[in-house]
């Protein structure tokens, strides 16, 4: 048992690093200070394409549609490699990790070769329209409907929390084609041309300050029957397809926030709550030791499933507990933390301390990650369904016409 | 059996709620986060002056209404349920120092201020890099202090700081008119409550009459602070059933799934906890019994307890609209770090409960 | 603000206390060894019968029913003063407490005649039967007939965690006559003689080791019409009443279990994992004042609602907080200090220490502790929704007929 | 990336778990609750000797088979999850410390007993008043030990004692012929597992070979004890989750109340955390890696949390029948206490991980 390389993964881990190496030099630091939007997607851009080249996209992808046609080890071990930089993929992550799968497993041959290519290059970035503001847990309860007119679909209602609407060409939409059958069933997706009028985009500004993810309304927007995505009505089950692909992505924690080693460096500089180094105190030991075992536990359960990916085995059920872990460890880690730095873990701005801001950042974030994607409550609905077997929920408006539940 | 507020003091706790309903809660407190705002409403100040409730507990021979610290508890509970934006409970924290230490000299200049509410007086014991209110840095040269305070709550538009400062016997309280010091504003997870950095060099200042009072007053700030806490606290946990009660996922109201009714339970549980905790101390204050500094401690704990908890789950269960900057969300989550920066977090109250504790079983023995 | 009586309430508890000092003198100390089961009964009913004659039974009772017709902080004082005895009054606790405020308040005048005054002066002992085996959170799914016979009823079926059912002379007990209507629509209560032929009771074992409770089955067993309690089909009205008579009953810690005080005591003799004296350590003082918090708590939880009472008010919803934190502090409690104390805590009998073997009743009594009476799941319901007023969970069999239903 | 057990060692465990649920679980474990049943199921103690499972471990060289510890952890989990009433844990743990510290000439003394089941050896660290391994009273002189050790797992019926005596640089491991010492058995709270006192009064003992290797084998043994904890904590949370796919309450089964799925949730994720450690501790003593230190204890402790926090919702969720004698849900219960005096609690392991990260800090500045 080791946590080493096949031969094979080795070869590849190499090549890929001496790629990195060579070309992505320019983002070995962080940006000293954060690129303005329209750098960023310049950049983005400019690296996808250099990517594309070499090989580096789609690379689980059949070849068919561009792809590398390899193993998700080597997509794996290229993230790895690449995460040693700071190059700015990440406006890509969700119209190639997720759209675009969608677009050629559900589209016509014209539209894959219509819009993959494109995609794959970077020359067109896509963002996902699902989430609506009465249907975040309840995706199906979705509202945005689309009513067939001709040979087009004509789209009215209200997306939210989508990631990079305001940088995107393309989105896939999901939308409500018959309100009259029970509510999994009146479902339709489309793609929609992010700039075709009637399209409107807004920030959304979060708790943390941030401002990731956007409001998309749609006014009469009008779609082709050609850019639909699977059968009238069978909207439920691709959508389920894209998720499956998120899902797919391992969470672990996020990449620079803060964890146990950062509670340990900053007990070994203030005092206990009962005196004396804070790093001696038994209280803050055995908090060190739960945030070890939970940030630890997390990337050792990733391991896991890599291992399986390696062995060209499915990943077991561990990894479903991924989110749930990190994200209520991150809050409970940062909110003890700040109470050990007194005062100071309040005060922000100019006058706070760095590495007390990453912890105040985490704490605040902490609260949006246990939603994001799932919350708590339906993490632990789908380990208890789908991992112990456990019945779901009664839901009173399964068989329902969408129009006629509450 | 007799474990209970007075009827005025209730009654004065139903008035403040009253008030507050109509001139403040969240959304004044959004108003007050816009950035060039003013440090507090003025206008709801003078209201609450109007009203007495600065000149409650201010002894009536020095132009107050004497009453007892279940008025103040009681003001401290309305005002964090409303997020109120007015000084008025640094002013209640500042008006017990000076009760209990503060010398009849002190008492007759500094309390007809505050009983007309034209004097904000604040307390200032915490200091950059202390983690707790026994580590005070701040030096006492003749009557000069010099040192920093900061964050001091409600500091900026205050008019007098009790300034907790290095003493022979541990920390000790002191006057500061903060004509004679340094006050910048301070930037802290809290948008709505203003904080201030307290800058002394040679700063001219009085020490209160009872040196040793600065344990005394933590014990009674402790109390009226969780009072506060449980005031944020039960709004959160009120705003939370609300939006249960009527937001719909899968068919049903979400309040109908036990992940979500057992978590407001939670709430509900440590909130009562938190104010049988505080009710306690609230009595021992009446009665200057020997049980005070363990009920202040353990109010502290509970009442911190209960907030986090509530704050954390009222943004989780509001779901993906609990996380952006328009959902009032935000200020009881960012409210609960205020209210443990304000007084050193639950590990050392925990710790000094314990303290009590054992002091009592030493007595007893 | 204060802790003391009101005069009135002085002087009743003067009067308790001396006549206590007079009467329970040889209950002062505990028995050395616990008395058998007929010495149990045998001091139960002569105590009873010595109570009633000075009048300290019933004490909240109307006058008309036996009862000394004063308040509730009467009873309290009373109870609060016989406490401080090991005086033999659990015998009576449910049938005077729960039984036969519902058999005079829904029977007829000639039972209550009948019935009650026995039932007060101790002659008679009382029990309860509602539970069943697969009625237990859910009490209105009791699936015991009773069919009428002319003018008698023939019960047949299981009860379960019936206390003193083997010491008991009647009993009140739930039935279902029409299983054909919705199951809070067709239940009726009844008296039953525990004597009376086709009544067997058999102990239940516990867990924890001790037998405090049975199963009774009814074969065949005959009651009169005129020992119905409440109208045909009204037995969950009735039992509702019932139960709310226990709910009155503050349930706070056991009166001999371990609290912060007993971790506080364990804490000063041994060491602590991180070395010293354990009670030095912030782990273990963490964990000190969070038992004070919630032992405690409740302690001035229940002052709380006996100011109320005090002072003629109802006790607000904060005392049905009382029993879930009491039987989750007590496990919590146990399981540390017996964590503490290391391979002792773990020893029972002869070599066993005395003071770890009541950590370890108590971490044993407390797993049935959070289930007896209410759940933790249930009584969190509760507070959801008769305090918080959230809505019940869905109950899909709620308007089915019983026989129909899953 | 190879972060899994082998196949060989995969296919022991289930073959271990096939045998298991024909010979053990909790139908036999209720038989040898009863008194006067016999200390451990000698017959199936035959069979398991017999599969060659106590020779697994054991080296070619002296009659065994030379399998890692992958395949002693499988067994124990497999055992753990059946509470098999067989010696086996105890004889993996007393083999582990022979192998790391054992001399060649104790080696071949005692294993080829050991490979073939007819010597059943128990390590005997716990003492009365020890609150930790590393507290340890029992004094050597010359080859003798003069001490007292319980509670001692398995030691009724064993032949053959590991023994930590106190030595000049810490504890150190002795061995010790049952013969020579007396053993009474001990009452505890595990009513299926049988525990022992071993009484020493200059009774002969030989060290092993290496003095030092008693921390060593604190790690080794805390792994291959996660799995047996692992093992009981899943095989509570499978009981507990078919219970609630049946048991019927306000006409639906209890498991589609989030108040019980989501406690069963989190059984499945302190399981998994806990696995997650245990295995990172079998690769590291496969690979003689110097994360062993951290990964045993984080196992220790993440083992422990599951089966505690498995156990006592396994009863609360089976409700008023899991708190009957005649319920299986008591012998988890139990068990959690007995696998946590089977090696320390919680905290002090948890004091150890942080040590470890502590010193690996130190090594890497």
Redesign the interface.
């Known amino acids: 048992m080791d946590f080493n390389d096949t031969p094979q993964e080795a070869e590849y881990r190499a090549k890929a690093r001496a790629w990195l190496e060579d070309n992505a030099a320019e983002y070995r630091e962080p940006p000293e200070t954060a690129w303005k939007l329209d750098e960023f997607i310049q950049r983005s851009k400019a690296w996808q394409a250099k990517k594309f080249a070499a090989g580096y996209t789609g690379i689980t992808w059949p070849k068919a549609f561009g792809g590398q046609g390899l193993g998700p080890m080597q997509s794996i071990i290229y993230g790895q490699e690449e995460s040693r930089f700071h190059a700015p993929s990440g406006l890509y992550s969700i119209g190639l990790g997720m759209c675009i799968p969608t677009v050629f497993t559900h589209g016509s041959a014209e539209i894959a070769e219509r819009y993959v290519p494109k995609a794959l290059v970077g020359d067109e970035v896509w963002c996902q329209l699902f989430s609506e503001p009465s249907a975040g847990s309840d995706l199906a309860g979705i509202r945005t409907r689309a009513v067939q007119d001709g040979d087009e679909w004509v789209i009215d209602g209200q997306k939210v929390w989508t990631s990079f609407a305001h940088a995107s060409d393309y989105g896939i939409v999901v939308t409500r084609t018959d309100p009259s059958v029970p509510k999994h069933k009146g479902l339709t997706m489309f793609i929609v041309d992010m700039k075709a009028p009637g399209v409107e985009v807004r920030g959304i500004k979060q708790m943390s300050g941030g401002s990731d993810f956007n409001e998309v309304f749609f006014t009469g927007v009008r779609v082709k029957d050609t850019h639909r995505l699977g059968d009238v009505g069978n909207g439920w089950k691709v959508a389920l397809t894209t998720l499956m692909h998120e899902r797919l992505a391992v969470g672990g924690k996020p990449r620079h926030a803060p964890g146990y080693e950062t509670l340990m460096k900053l007990a070994r500089g203030v005092e206990a709550p009962v005196g004396g180094p804070a790093i001696e105190a038994g209280d803050v030991r055995q908090r060190i030791a739960q945030s070890y075992i939970n940030d630890q536990g997390i990337k050792l359960t990733q391991m896991r499933a890599l291992s399986a990916l390696s062995r060209g085995q499915m990943p077991g059920p561990e990894q479903s507990i991924s989110k749930v872990v990190v994200a209520k460890t991150m809050q409970e880690m940062a909110s003890f933390a700040l109470d050990l730095a007194g005062g100071d873990g309040f005060v922000t701005g100019a006058d706070g301390d760095p590495e007390l801001a990453k912890l105040q950042g985490s704490y605040l974030g902490a609260a949006g990650l246990r939603i994001a994607g799932g919350t708590d409550e339906i993490l632990r609905n789908i380990i208890a369904e789908r991992v112990l077997g456990l019945p779901g929920d009664l839901r009173p408006d399964k068989d329902k016409p969408f129009n006629a539940a509450a | ?6 009827d005025d003091a209730k009654a004065l706790g139903e008035q403040a709620k009253k008030l507050f309903a109509d001139k403040a809660g969240t959304a004044p407190a959004r108003k007050a986060m816009a950035s060039g705002a003013p440090d507090f409403d003025a206008g709801l100040w003078a209201e609450i002056a109007n009203l007495g409730w600065t000149a409650a507990r201010v002894p009536e021979a020095h132009g107050g209404l004497g009453m007892s610290a ?1 008025e103040s508890c009681q003001l401290a509970e309305a005002a964090g349920a409303a997020l109120a934006v007015v000084p008025l409970v640094s002013t209640l924290l500042a008006t017990e120092a000076l009760l209990i230490a503060g010398t009849e000299a002190q008492q007759a200049k500094y309390f007809p201020g505050i009983a007309d509410g034209s004097l904000i007086a604040v307390p200032a014991w ?7 209110p ?2 005070v840095a701040t030096t006492a040269s003749g009557h000069t202090l010099t040192g920093s305070k ?2 001091v709550p409600d500091l900026p538009g205050a008019h007098l700081a009790i300034v907790a400062a290095a003493g022979p016997d541990g920390p000790s309280l002191w006057i500061v008119d903060l004509n004679d010091a340094l006050v910048e504003p ?5 948008l709505v409550r203003r ?1 201030g ?1 307290l800058t002394l060099a040679n700063t001219p200042a009085e020490p209160l009459g009872d040196p040793a009072a600065y344990q005394a007053w933590l014990d009674r700030a402790a109390v009226i602070l969780a009072y506060e806490a449980i005031g944020t606290a039960s709004a959160a ?1 009120d705003m939370t ?1 609300e939006y ?2 009527t937001r ?6 979400i ?8 978590k ?3 709430m ?2 440590k909130i ?2 938190a ?3 505080a ?2 101390g ?2 021992m204050i ?2 200057d019994g020997a049980e005070l500094r ?1 009920a202040a ?2 109010a502290r ?2 009442s911190l ?1 209960a907030l ?1 908890f509530t704050a ?1 789950e009222t ?2 269960l509001h ?9 009032d ?2 200020f009881y ?1 960012r409210r609960a ?2 209210l ?2 304000s007084l ?5 109250w ?2 000094r ?2 303290r009590a ?2 002091l009592r ?1 030493r007595a007893a023995a």
Request: glycine share 10%.
């Open positions: 059996m007799n474990f209970d507020f007075s279940e915490n200091e950059p890099g202390a983690v707790t026994a580590t900061a964050p301070v930037e802290t997870l809290d904080h950095r946990m059933v249960a009660k719909i996922a899968f068919g049903q109201t309040g109908r799934y036990q992940g979500v009714k057992h407001c339970a939670d509900f549980i009562e906890l104010r049988a905790h009710l306690h609230v009595a009446g009665s363990q401690a353990a704990v509970a307890d986090s954390e943004v989780q779901g993906g609209i609990g996380f952006t900057w328009e959902s969300c935000q989550y770090r205020a443990t920066a050193a977090a639950r590990g050392w925990a710790d409960l314990v504790l054992e079983n």
